[in-house]
Nanobody
Framework: QVQLEESGGGSVQAGESLRLSCTAS????????MDWYRQAEGKQRDLVAR???????NYSASVKGRFTISRDSAKNVVYLQMDDLKPEDTAVYYC?????????????RGQGTQVTVSS
């Protein structure tokens, strides 16, 4: 069992940056897929960024060019660097992981960290 814990959220002004961290309680080497997704109040969950165990990354169109996902397997941490933040980025951000790319459900999820961007 792996526990995921997000940190790094906060309140910033538009145009500023934040770096979120997702720290795992055990090795992330076996986690084929690690995602950051967000959920704004009253809205559906939105996949923001994905990184595979081999290093391939994917981003939603709304954050591409502004957000960068990375993983440090030695530290068991996945990061989400968020630059040029916009008010529409305001949401609770969650880290989640799957053991296989083929499955739809997550094996592990964190509790989330709030990001608030004001104009």
């Amino acid at each position: 069992q792996v526990q995921l814990e997000e940190s790094g959220g906060g309140s910033v002004q538009a145009g500023e940056s934040l770096r979120l961290s997702c720290t795992a309680s055990a090795s992330i080497t076996s986690l084929r897929v690690m995602d950051w997704y967000r959920q704004a109040e009253g809205k559906q969950r939105d996949l923001v960024a994905r990184i595979l165990s081999g290093g391939d990354t994917n981003y939603s169109a709304s954050v591409k060019g502004r957000f960068t996902i990375s993983r440090d397997s030695a530290k068991n941490v996945v990061y989400l660097q968020m630059d040029d933040l916009k008010p529409e980025d305001t949401a609770v951000y969650y880290c989640a992981a799957k053991l296989s790319l083929l499955q739809t459900a997550y094996d592990y999820r964190g509790q989330g960290t709030q990001v608030t961007v004001s104009s």
